[in-house]
């Protein structure tokens, strides 16, 4: 997978908007992202927190909107298996 940057300088949005922004061009893409409803199908994949805060426990979840000096914990979620 490509390096994610460290800061990312945006014009507002929403925090679906950002991971899109993110995931659109790598190998999992397809994984991710539904193209035909835009949902995103993060669960069991990766962990997404803003300000700390687990994006299933933000009031508006990924449509949250994101402000300036907002901090994405994104984590991906390792599984072993045998």
């Known amino acids: 997978m490509p390096e994610v940057p460290a800061e990312i300088e945006t014009e507002g949005g929403t925090l679906r908007e950002l991971l899109v922004r993110l995931f659109t061009g790598t190998p999992v893409e397809k994984e991710l992202i539904d193209r035909s409803t835009g949902e995103m199908k993060l669960e069991g994949l990766f962990e997404v927190a803003l300000n700390n805060v687990p994006h299933n426990g933000l009031p508006q979840g990924l449509d ?19």
């Open 64 to 82: 949250t909107p994101l402000r300036d000096g907002d901090m994405l914990l994104l984590s991906l979620i390792l599984l072993g298996g045998g």
